[in-house]
């Protein structure tokens, strides 16, 4: 006997039966069908109706409503509905963007550029991209094999294509996927060209795809398109190389791309920039989609690198590069002598023997400095050259901006909005993604991120010392800033809105003993940029928190960062007892702010 239904149930039954009937995928469609089936039939069994009632659940979730371009544009789980990842969305979203290509040039023919990691249905989502683009009239060029998202955002670049798109969900979890979009060509002619997709944009892609019709009328081309040979590979390896110097190359580097389609380029740019000491993770060198080796493809996520780091105490290596598995991001990992345990000789792991992950803001602001020198040295100033980084990222590269003569401008999160800082010159945010080349690549690139970071750490190598002596050095010249981040992840989404309701209506007096003198709630705008759902919280001391809902995945985060004064000739004992007292404030901080957010 069925579960008895509402109308609005019955009416989403056959909302499901609709889609079945219209999804090109058996696997999906059959997926859809045996959910329908255990609501449906359930015999009179208590644990059949329990199971009948959590499909229903599943069902609603699935078609309550359907996926948005957020921060990274489209992302979810590969299951059947319009709130997940599947070739139906994916060929809606293309007819969309077709649609709204095709009316933005219709005295001409919208070139555009398709490139896919080697995720589960990634390769197949960029060829329905191809197909259903070239049938509404597009000029459409795929990448040959997987590549790594900043190979596709270069060649885009490169080929002058008015719009780019991506298959990837970056460092999602194995049963995600994802889909970017980027304009430029004769769609974007300003600052922003090249790169992701922000308002109105993104509001007028989705009003196209609104308006597409089932996907069974959706026109698909059965070949027409272009594709790319390896040449789009050498092409950016070429490109990247622009960027070697010559500095020493004595380094010992361990590599990981934790299973992504990063390895084998960032092993050509190394290899070809002079670094010959390159040891891989063979564990996770090859792509694999389903992330064996690591419980979340993401370096920022504990345990991701500790393969890594075990390689690089075996091989005493200097430097670990970790990119993420569409090889956009890069964690850098070092041997920090602060961290280490006592008796060092005798430890058996790597975090003992004081390895350690650079925070993203410690790797922004080495990459920062290098390329303000740089940009100094050429002649470039304030008026035509900007450093720039999220509102949530580190306000030291602001220091550093001033310091070598440069601008300055902090941006809503995302690389979508970063990109786009006039005459910019490099760009970051805290979460490992970093811009060092952005006439290259208008977005966040780990690969030419790596170049960079080796080549300072090798230089640094050269003369006795590390990439952490070289934070030391930021310290005594423009103060201590430390950051760390707090974060939530939340199985049921509507806790993430009333937690960010619970703070605005009670946000704490203090912060590790110093009174809040300032709250602002960012949907109003802040200091000129547009409104977006966070909180800041500014202290007395100048500590700062920034709450916001991740873009990306299920969590509120918490950006908190401290700022102490450091004499600019103290040695490294005083700087260490500044590093300690800071992170016992940071921690004071992490613990009033889980108070403040119900968490404890």
């Avoid at 989705?206 to 069974?216: F, K, L």
């Avoid at 901080?589 to 404890?600: E, I, Q, W």
């Amino acid at each position: 006997m069925a579960i008895p239904l509402t109308e609005d149930e019955l009416l989403l039954l056959d909302e499901a039966r609709t889609w079945i009937d219209n999804d090109p995928e058996g696997l999906t469609r059959h997926e859809l069908q045996r959910l329908l089936d255990v609501i449906t039939n359930p015999d009179n069994s208590s644990a059949s109706k329990g199971r009948s009632s959590q499909a229903l659940g599943d069902l609603k979730d699935r078609f309550n409503g359907s996926l948005q371009f957020g921060t990274a544009g489209l992302r979810g789980a590969l299951e059947a509905g319009p709130n997940r990842m599947n070739r139906s969305v994916v060929i809606k979203a293309a007819a969309g963007l077709g649609a709204y290509l095709t009316g933005q040039l219709p005295h001409a023919t919208p070139q555009v550029v398709i490139g896919y990691d080697a995720r589960h249905y990634s390769k197949q989502f960029a060829l329905d991209s191809a197909a259903v683009l070239t049938a509404a009239g597009c000029s459409v060029t795929i990448l040959n094999h997987a590549l790594p998202t900043p190979v596709l955002a270069y060649t885009m670049k490169r080929l002058g294509s008015d719009a780019g798109i991506v298959v990837t969900a970056s460092h999602n979890p194995p049963q995600d996927n994802g889909y970017k979009v980027y304009l430029g060509g004769r769609i974007v002619v300003d600052a922003g060209q090249g790169a992701q997709i922000v308002p109105p944009y993104d509001r007028e892609i989705a009003q196209a795809i609104a308006a597409t019709p089932p996907v069974r009328d959706i026109p698909r081309a059965e070949s027409g398109w272009f594709t790319l040979d390896d040449n789009a590979v050498t092409s950016y390896v070429n490109a990247v190389l622009t960027l070697k110097t010559p500095s020493p190359r004595d380094l010992t580097i361990v590599l990981t791309p934790l299973h992504g389609v990063g390895g084998s380029v960032v092993d050509k740019v190394l290899h070809r920039a002079g670094f010959d000491k390159l040891i891989s993770v063979a564990e996770q060198y090859e792509p694999n989609a389903d992330f064996p080796t690591v419980s979340f493809p993401n370096p920022e996520e504990p345990g991701a690198i500790d393969l890594a780091l075990t390689y690089a105490m075996r091989f005493q290596a200097d430097l670990v590069i970790a990119n993420d598995p569409d090889a956009d991001r890069c964690a850098v990992a070092v041997k920090d002598p602060r961290t280490a345990a006592a008796h060092a000789h005798r430890v058996t792991t790597p975090q003992a023997a004081g390895w350690r992950m650079l925070h993203g803001d410690e790797v922004g602001s080495l990459l920062g400095n290098v390329i303000a020198q740089r940009a100094a040295a050429e002649g470039k100033t304030a008026a035509n050259a900007v450093l720039a980084n999220s509102i949530v990222s580190s306000r030291l590269l602001s220091k550093i901006a001033e310091k070598h003569g440069l601008g300055y401008q902090s941006t809503l999160t995302g690389f979508k909005w970063i990109a786009r800082a006039k005459d910019l010159v490099y760009g970051y945010e805290e979460a490992l993604g970093y811009c060092v080349a952005p006439e290259l690549v208008k977005d966040k690139d780990g690969i030419s991120a790596a170049l960079v970071i080796a080549q300072l750490a090798a230089t640094l190598h050269a003369q006795g010392k590390t990439l952490i002596d070289e934070l030391d050095d930021l310290a005594r010249e423009h103060g201590l800033y430390l950051t760390d981040q707090l974060s939530a992840r939340f199985l049921d989404l509507s806790q993430i809105p009333a937690t960010m309701s619970r703070l605005r209506a009670t946000p704490p007096s203090a912060l590790a003993g110093s009174p809040i003198t300032q709250v602002v709630d960012l949907v109003d705008g802040y200091e000129g940029l547009p409104p977006t759902d966070g909180l800041l919280l500014l202290t007395d001391d100048d500590t700062r928190v920034i709450v916001r809902p991740s873009g990306t995945e299920p969590k509120v985060k918490c950006y908190i960062e401290v700022i102490s004064p450091v004499d600019s000739d103290a040695d490294t004992a005083q700087l260490t007892t500044v590093r300690h007292e800071a992170r016992e404030k940071i921690t004071a901080v992490r613990a009033d702010m889980t108070r403040a957010l119900g968490l404890d």
